[in-house]
């Protein structure tokens, strides 16, 4: 019995050590994570003598205000912002709508070459841009959009963003039971009708996945923007730290104060979509 109730305690201490051991490999991860962010954050508030002071400087002092204002007042960042948010919010729009139209066609509805054309559209999204590059600017030069917003919406909806769209909402359409568009029909509801007010309703939280990784593609895109934009009035955020970073020798206190306030949009975007995001992780967790 004695034996039997240290054997009982002991588990209960290798329980609990191992508890606290994977609350401290957490919070040193994290610390890890969020130490960059940490740096980038205290650094747009510092002056430009505490920025290359050695040792660093870990806590502003004194604090000052003065980047912000400078990136406000006397620097184009709003417009480039401006540029970044509806460029981005056009192209995230645009694919969602392309690629439920797609995928839910690629799933639910047969025709002839169906499986190789999706297969194309797979070839497509497992293409770099970097190898692409030289034809997407060819073709929109052709088509008078290459230093144009136009080019920076439409090439990545029906290129890589699109791709991978269309083959995100055909694996969720392939999940839905064909039950429920059948009764659609009995219903008299017509193939539009029973798209969207039954299928795309069950599919938010898969949309919403879709938007905050189309965002995030178009937000942090510097490739595309750099090849076929030449007026700076049109260029993106991305586009516009390089600017920041070039003028005036490296002002990093500048450069960290316009890439912090740049994440607020990413955090707004994923704010909006977390609850449906998490949804989608527990679901395809849940049929793994």
Request: hydrophobic share 50%.
């Amino acid at each position: 019995m004695k034996t039997e109730r240290l054997d009982n305690t002991h588990a209960r201490r290798v329980k609990c050590a191992r508890k606290v051991g994977k609350y401290i490999l957490c919070i040193a991860v994290s610390v890890i994570m969020l130490f960059p962010m940490y740096w980038l954050f205290t650094t747009s508030f510092k002056t430009p003598m505490n920025v290359a002071k050695y040792p660093p400087q870990w806590w502003p002092n004194p604090w000052t205000l003065d980047n912000y204002r400078e990136l406000f007042f006397k620097r184009p960042f709003l417009k480039y912002l401006w540029n970044s948010v509806y460029i981005a919010a056009l192209m995230t729009l645009g694919v969602v709508v392309f690629s439920s139209l797609a995928g839910y066609a690629f799933a639910k509805i047969k025709f002839r070459g169906s499986n190789l054309l999706f297969m194309v559209i797979l070839c497509g999204m497992m293409m770099p841009i970097e190898v692409t590059i030289i034809p997407i600017y060819t073709a929109l030069s052709g088509m008078k959009l290459a230093d144009s917003h136009i080019g920076l919406i439409l090439c990545p909806m029906f290129g890589y963003c699109g791709a991978f769209g269309t083959f995100l909402m055909r694996q969720y359409f392939l999940t839905v039971p064909d039950e429920l568009i059948q009764a659609g029909r009995i219903d008299g509801a017509s193939q539009p009708r029973i798209f969207l007010q039954i299928i795309l309703p069950m599919a938010t939280s898969t949309i919403a996945t879709l938007v905050i990784f189309s965002f995030l593609q178009s937000w942090n895109d510097y490739l595309l923007p750099l090849v076929l934009l030449s007026d700076s009035d049109k260029f993106t955020l991305p586009l516009g730290l390089s600017l920041l970073s070039n003028e005036d020798g490296m002002k990093w206190e500048l450069v960290m104060a316009a890439a912090a306030f740049s994440t607020m949009p990413i955090l707004v975007v994923f704010y909006l979509c977390q609850e449906k995001f998490m949804a989608s992780l527990s679901m395809s967790g849940m049929k793994g």
